[in-house]
Structures are given as structure tokens and as C-alpha cells.
């Protein structure tokens, strides 16, 4: 019961008058008060209720932005004062006082803060927690106190500032020459370091060299030498790059490793001629790839009417189909195309159900995500033995879900699809009601 009470806490639907009760019953559970705690709807007085509760949910309250600078004592609650710091919504007087705190885990996370005053950076530059100076490393905008972390005697430090995107390239040129490897190693990957500097580390230890791989300014020779890398990962970083050229894509489309062949797919800018090689030499995963979502009318209705339904599947998971083009997938004799295709709006509810009964369970999962499914469709899945966990877990969450399938989510085995449930405005306010009264009944008595 209790997960099911902190998913009922989120449901937009839950009356004024139980959301009352359950803040009382936060007084006395803390993971209900962070629930609670993102509700938009929110009064003031509950806010300020919930927020006196402890820290946590403040915090939570504080990035919701429900909480205010003057609601806050820096002194008493640090870490919500940090939080409307990070939100740039906090008074700046408190960042020296809080660069004092005696608790390195307060001063850590205020050196991420943005904005931070001249003087507050300088305290936290000198600070005695080598922690505390590497976050301000790793995330101040300052160059000249990042030219003063890149001295530091100790490795973590320079580290992070070699890490750092606002570092001068001049300054990232120089911690390539470092003697600690996993300085050069960040420095190499950084995207703000000179391409033709971090080329220079294409011989240096494997670690720098993953992480060179990773760097989108490097000259085409260095991208085809670091194809030759015999580490996989190497290779899979330079799938991902955007600084990669054509014949490079060609010569990675056809490497050993059948993940740098998957992230090579994921590549933005490849041809389509090789998406739809790598359609059948790899599993590409349920992911919409980005060559496929910006392919152009002509594209589509090409990949559409291939013979390969592996690739008709990569275009039937877009969601903005020309509707030709999306009644014929959802007519495709292959289950997986269909499915793919069947959470697609636009599809009418006699094509939906025309789904089901051709493949039955095997589309289940994406008929129960499309946003203009039916309720009797919905409560027909529900109702299917067995129903595949994710179908479920979609049908707990949709808008259309009805009383029935709702109750089957409800008492599922599976924790995700019951809290599903039980957030969702579409259940009976009886049912919140239930389930509400029920949890608060068995709250000990205060």
C-alpha cells in the first residue's frame, strides 16, 4: 500500500479534501511529504507545512519552485538554500556565508552553483577539501582562477579542470602535457581543446585514447587512425562522433564489433543507404534513429515499401507519417512493423482493433500506447491472459483507461504498472478515495 499512497499523492484528480489528509499524514512518513512535494498545486500554507517537515522536502520543493529566498534560513537549511542558489532564484549574501560552513558537502555543492561571487570562488579555490576545489573546477567560468586550479598540486583538481568546457583552449593545450594520465585522458575528450593539440595524443595510453575518440574536432586522418584502435570502445566512441566522415561511417558500418555498428546507426548525419545495411546486421533497439526521423517525404515512402521489414519497422516508429503511408505499415503482414507502428495517433479505432485480432498479443504493447486508443480496447488487452507486463504498464497510464483496466493494474504483481494506476486522473474517485482512507487509517496515531 504505501507506494500505491505516494503514486495516489501525484494523481492530478485527488480531491482537495484528501490531499488535506495527506499532508497531515506526512507529518509522519517522509517519503508521502516528497511525493506530495511536486504536486503543482500546492497553497502556500501547504507548502510551508510540507517544507518544515525536513530538509528533503524543501530541497524538493525549492527546484519546484514553490519555495522563495525569503522562506529559507541558510543558517538552519543549507541545502535549500543551495537549491534556489542552483536555481539562480537565491539571495547571492548567502553563497559567503555558506562558502564558511563547517560541512565540505555544503561548500562541494555550492562551487556548481552558477554566478557565484568573485569572492565566495576565491574562498572556495583555497578551501581544504580537495572536493570542494575540484566542483569548483569542474564547473567555474572564470579563466583566470581556472588557470590558477590548473596548478594545483593535487591531480583531482587539474582533472576536472580539464574537464571543463569554459577552460581557454590554451590553458586545456598545456593539461594535455600533464603528467597524470586521466588529466590528459579529459583534456583529450574535451570538445573546447584545440583538435589539432589533442591529435597529437593519438599514441598516448588507451584511456586517453577513448577519450580522444570522443573529441569533434580532430582531423579526418586521426578519426580513420583511431578506427584501426583494437579497444571496441574506442571505435564505438568514433561511431558516435560528429566529426566523422563519410568514408569513415562506411568503413565502421562493416567493424567486427556489432555494438559500434548499433551506435553507428544512432549517428546523426549517416547515409540512409547504411541505415538500412545495418537494419539487418545489427539490433538497432526500439529507439526512433535520428537519420530516420529527419528522412524526407520521398525517404519515407522508400522505406516504407521495402522488402526488408527490419527497415519498414525503423520508419513505423515515426509518429508523423503521412497517412498513407501509416495506414500501410499498419496493414504490414510482419508483427513487429505493426507494432512499431500501432502507437501511432491517427489510427482509427476499427484499424487498432483490426490489430489485435491479427496478431493479439504480439501488438499489445503498442496498441496500448497509442493516445487515441478506445477504452473497450483498452479493457479487451486488459483482459488478455497472459497480458505482456509493459501492455499493462501502458494501459495504467493512458487517459482512456477504464474502471476494469484499471483495477487489473492496480492489483498487478508488477510495482511500476500499480503506481501507474494510481496516478492516473482517469481512476474513480472512489477508488482514490479507497485507497486514500485506507493508507490513513493505518497511519499510527500522533
Given at each position: 500500500?504505501?507506494?500505491?499512497?505516494?503514486?495516489?499523492?501525484?494523481?492530478?484528480?485527488?480531491?482537495?479534501?484528501?490531499?488535506?489528509?495527506?499532508?497531515?499524514?506526512?507529518?509522519?512518513?517522509?517519503?508521502?511529504?516528497?511525493?506530495?512535494?511536486?504536486?503543482?498545486?500546492?497553497?502556500?500554507?501547504?507548502?510551508?507545512?510540507?517544507?518544515?517537515?525536513?530538509?528533503?522536502?524543501?530541497?524538493?520543493?525549492a527546484y519546484g519552485g514553490l519555495l522563495r529566498a525569503a522562506d529559507v534560513d541558510p543558517v538552519t537549511r543549507p541545502l535549500v538554500?543551495?537549491?534556489?542558489?542552483?536555481?539562480?532564484?537565491?539571495?547571492?549574501?548567502?553563497?559567503?556565508?555558506?562558502?564558511?560552513?563547517?560541512?565540505?558537502?555544503?561548500?562541494?555543492?555550492?562551487?556548481?552553483?552558477?554566478?557565484?561571487?568573485?569572492?565566495?570562488?576565491?574562498?572556495?579555490?583555497v578551501d581544504e577539501s580537495v572536493d570542494v576545489v575540484s566542483e569548483l573546477g569542474l564547473y567555474s567560468e572564470r579563466p583566470d582562477?581556472?588557470?590558477?586550479?590548473?596548478?594545483?598540486?593535487?591531480?583531482?583538481?587539474?582533472?576536472?579542470?580539464?574537464?571543463?568546457?569554459?577552460?581557454?583552449?590554451?590553458?586545456?593545450?598545456?593539461?594535455?602535457?600533464?603528467?597524470?594520465?586521466?588529466?590528459?585522458?579529459?583534456?583529450?575528450?574535451?570538445?573546447?581543446?584545440?583538435?589539432?593539440?589533442?591529435?597529437?595524443?593519438?599514441?598516448?595510453?588507451?584511456?586517453?585514447?577513448?577519450?580522444?575518440?570522443?573529441?569533434?574536432?580532430?582531423?579526418?586522418?586521426?578519426?580513420?587512425?583511431?578506427?584501426?584502435?583494437?579497444?571496441?570502445?574506442?571505435?564505438?566512441?568514433?561511431?558516435?562522433?560528429?566529426?566523422?566522415?563519410?568514408?569513415?561511417?562506411?568503413?565502421?558500418?562493416?567493424?567486427?564489433?556489432?555494438?559500434?555498428?548499433?551506435?553507428?546507426?544512432?549517428?546523426?548525419?549517416?547515409?540512409?543507404?547504411?541505415?538500412?545495411?545495418?537494419?539487418?546486421?545489427?539490433?538497432?533497439?526500439?529507439?526512433?534513429?535520428?537519420?530516420?526521423?529527419?528522412?524526407?517525404?520521398?525517404?519515407?515512402?522508400?522505406?516504407?515499401?521495402?522488402?526488408?521489414?527490419?527497415?519498414?519497422?525503423?520508419?513505423?516508429?515515426?509518429?508523423?507519417?503521412?497517412?498513407?503511408?501509416?495506414?500501410?505499415?499498419?496493414?504490414?503482414?510482419?508483427?513487429?512493423?505493426?507494432?512499431?507502428?500501432?502507437?501511432?495517433?491517427?489510427?482509427?479505432?476499427?484499424?487498432?482493433?483490426?490489430?489485435?485480432?491479427?496478431?493479439?498479443?504480439?501488438?499489445?504493447?503498442?496498441?496500448?500506447?497509442?493516445?487515441?486508443?478506445?477504452?473497450?480496447?483498452?479493457?479487451?488487452?486488459?483482459?488478455?491472459?497472459?497480458?505482456?507486463?509493459?501492455?499493462?504498464?501502458?494501459?495504467?497510464?493512458?487517459?482512456?483507461?477504464?474502471?476494469?483496466?484499471?483495477?487489473?493494474?492496480?492489483?498487478?504483481?508488477?510495482?511500476?504498472?500499480?503506481?501507474?494506476?494510481?496516478?492516473?486522473?482517469?481512476?474513480?474517485?472512489?477508488?482514490?478515495?479507497?485507497?486514500?482512507?485506507?493508507?490513513?487509517?493505518?497511519?499510527?496515531?500522533?
Amino acid at each position: 500500500m504505501p507506494s500505491l499512497l505516494y503514486a495516489v499523492a501525484l494523481n492530478p484528480a485527488l480531491p482537495p479534501e484528501l490531499l488535506g489528509r495527506l499532508i497531515e499524514a506526512a507529518d509522519a512518513d517522509g517519503d508521502l511529504a516528497e511525493a506530495l512535494a511536486d504536486r503543482p498545486d500546492l497553497g502556500p500554507e501547504q507548502v510551508c507545512r510540507l517544507a518544515g517537515r525536513d530538509e528533503e522536502t524543501a530541497v524538493r520543493l525549492a527546484y519546484g519552485g514553490l519555495l522563495r529566498a525569503a522562506d529559507v534560513d541558510p543558517v538552519t537549511r543549507p541545502l535549500v538554500a543551495l537549491a534556489l542558489l542552483d536555481e539562480g532564484r537565491g539571495d547571492p549574501a548567502w553563497a559567503r556565508q555558506l562558502a564558511r560552513d563547517p560541512d565540505p558537502y555544503v561548500r562541494m555543492r555550492l562551487g556548481s552553483c552558477p554566478g557565484l561571487p568573485d569572492e565566495t570562488a576565491d574562498l572556495l579555490a583555497v578551501d581544504e577539501s580537495v572536493d570542494v576545489v575540484s566542483e569548483l573546477g569542474l564547473y567555474s567560468e572564470r579563466p583566470d582562477l581556472l588557470v590558477r586550479l590548473a596548478a594545483h598540486p593535487e591531480a583531482e583538481v587539474r582533472r576536472w579542470v580539464a574537464a571543463n568546457e569554459a577552460a581557454p583552449p590554451g590553458l586545456l593545450t598545456a593539461l594535455l602535457a600533464d603528467r597524470d594520465v586521466l588529466v590528459r585522458r579529459q583534456a583529450a575528450g574535451n570538445p573546447a581543446t584545440p583538435g589539432t593539440a589533442a591529435a597529437r595524443h593519438v599514441d598516448d595510453e588507451p584511456t586517453v585514447r577513448h577519450q580522444l575518440s570522443e573529441h569533434p574536432g580532430l582531423p579526418a586522418a586521426v578519426y580513420h587512425r583511431l578506427a584501426e584502435d583494437p579497444a571496441p570502445w574506442v571505435r564505438g566512441n568514433l561511431a558516435d562522433n560528429p566529426g566523422i566522415d563519410l568514408p569513415l561511417m562506411h568503413r565502421l558500418a562493416a567493424d567486427d564489433d556489432p555494438d559500434v555498428r548499433r551506435r553507428l546507426a544512432h549517428h546523426p548525419a549517416i547515409p540512409l543507404d547504411l541505415v538500412e545495411r545495418l537494419a539487418v546486421t545489427v539490433r538497432i533497439g526500439a529507439a526512433l534513429l535520428p537519420r530516420v526521423a529527419a528522412a524526407g517525404p520521398a525517404e519515407v515512402t522508400r522505406l516504407a515499401a521495402s522488402s526488408e521489414p527490419r527497415v519498414r519497422m525503423l520508419v513505423a516508429r515515426r509518429r508523423d507519417l503521412p497517412a498513407a503511408v501509416r495506414d500501410a505499415l499498419a496493414a504490414d503482414p510482419d508483427a513487429a512493423v505493426a507494432n512499431s507502428v500501432a502507437p501511432h495517433p491517427g489510427l482509427t479505432s476499427a484499424r487498432l482493433t483490426a490489430l489485435l485480432d491479427r496478431f493479439a498479443a504480439k501488438v499489445a504493447t503498442g496498441l496500448a500506447a497509442n493516445p487515441d486508443a478506445p477504452t473497450a480496447l483498452l479493457d479487451r488487452i486488459a483482459a488478455t491472459e497472459p497480458v505482456p507486463v509493459k501492455a499493462l504498464r501502458a494501459i495504467a497510464a493512458h487517459p482512456h483507461a477504464g474502471p476494469a483496466a484499471l483495477a487489473r493494474c492496480l492489483a498487478s504483481p508488477d510495482e511500476r504498472t500499480a503506481e501507474a494506476a494510481a496516478a492516473n486522473p482517469a481512476l474513480p474517485a472512489e477508488v482514490i478515495a479507497a485507497l486514500t482512507e485506507e493508507a490513513a487509517a493505518a497511519e499510527p496515531d500522533r
